[in-house]
């Protein structure tokens, strides 16, 4: 194990960042990780259901993606507008009040008023009420003067690392099949490979399915910057397990059978409602700042992943290494680079097994 922020590092060439997504979603590329073996196998996602049977239970993020990118302009004093803002919405703290992150060339102290575009022509206002200074992960806290998911001058927060703007095929594509609780500032990727046929051809096989919400924020996505990765202090993120869901999992796995789980942020969801005095689930809603990484929590409840190939030194690439093992891990992306494998948000999956 390593606790050193380099040694989760690995070398990835521009042109291996997926810009768009698969087409049909269950044609991205699979690839297969044994961890007993070593072993590795070249398929598509559509072969899925192959490696899965009754012994295993998937357990999938159902939340949904918010058109939480907004961008405008500051307004000066005097009633003027000065330079440009960005501002991405996480979390509704009180009634007409957003935690986010937010950019812009100003010093973000309380008072700061910005205006953000709308087709309406209205304009949605917001000001700060709370700066970065208050809190550990450098958020603000703006009170807007109506809602800003539904005033339409919102986007979908496609990542930095494809290189456009999102357009009206990512309202769709940057959601999954299953999504419905609205909240997220980001997909669980992982679950954008899934298609009807898929999971039509996985409950063939006794393969059941289950979901969870955690609302992706910047938790999931924030960088790690402490050259010792157990000093790294996640984002708060909440979750939620549905009783129904905890109490068939949990005989699931006291029968021996195996959970699966849909992405790294169904990791987090499950090991955050861990209890280890009853070896169960809790169930119910919930905070998390769980951060998984090799030599520290590791996972109790889940036996597979299916995930996407993430940053280098990202918690989530930590989180898979919980998994499969840092240097399984690390020779599994040379391979995935090697063999042209497409990364990030709209690229390929893995399973781990």
């Known amino acids: 194990m ?28 699979l690839m297969v990780l044994h961890r007993s073996s070593g072993k590795i196998e070249h398929r598509r996602f559509l072969d899925l259901p192959e490696y899965l049977d009754a012994q295993d239970g998937l357990v999938a993020n159902n939340t949904r993606v918010i058109p939480a990118r907004l961008q405008g302009l500051r307004v000066l004093p005097d009633g003027k507008t000065g330079g440009k803002v960005e501002f991405l919405l996480l979390e509704e703290v009180e009634p007409g009040v957003w935690e986010g992150a937010f950019h812009a060339s100003a010093k973000y102290k309380p008072g700061l008023r910005f205006r953000i575009p709308t087709p309406d022509g209205r304009g949605l206002e917001g000001e700060l009420v709370r700066g970065a200074e208050a809190s550990p992960s450098g958020t603000v806290w703006a009170r807007f003067d109506r809602d800003p998911v539904s005033s339409g001058a919102g986007e979908i927060p496609l990542p930095h690392y494809i290189g456009r703007h999102a357009d009206a095929s990512d309202l769709d594509r940057y959601q999954t099949l299953y999504a419905k609780q609205a909240g997220s500032a980001a997909a669980p990727t992982a679950g954008l490979h899934f298609t009807a046929r898929v999971m039509d051809a996985l409950r063939a096989r006794g393969t059941f399915w289950e979901e969870v919400t955690l609302h992706v924020g910047i938790g999931t996505f924030r960088p790690v910057k402490t050259a010792d990765i157990r000093s790294h202090v996640m984002h708060e993120e909440r ?12 005989r ?13 942020t169904s990791v987090r969801a499950l090991e ?5 005095g009853t070896g ?23 036996d597979r992943l299916i995930t996407n190939f993430h940053l280098p030194k990202s918690t989530l690439l930590m989180l898979v290494s919980t998994l499969a ?15 042209g494998y497409r990364f990030f948000s ?8």
Not at 288 to 300: A, D, E, I, M, S
Request: charged content about 25%; aromatic content about 8%; glycine content about 8%.
């Open 2 to 29: 390593s606790y050193v922020l380099d040694d989760y590092d690995y070398v990835l060439p521009a042109d291996r960042i997926a810009q768009q997504p698969a087409e049909p979603r269950d044609h991205s590329r």
């Open 239 to 250: 979750f939620e397990i549905p009783t129904a869901t905890a109490e068939r999992l949990d």
């Open 252 to 264: 699931h796995r006291a029968a021996g059978g195996r959970v699966v789980a849909v992405g790294t």
């Open 272 to 276: 955050s409602a861990w209890d280890a």
């Open 280 to 302: 169960k689930l809790r169930p119910g809603p919930g905070r998390t700042r769980v951060f998984l990484h090799p030599g520290g929590q590791t996972p109790r409840v889940v």
């Open 325 to 339: 093992g840092r240097e399984l891990t690390l020779e599994a992306y040379s391979v995935a680079v090697r063999e």
């Open 346 to 353: 709209y690229g390929d999956a893995m399973l781990i097994l």
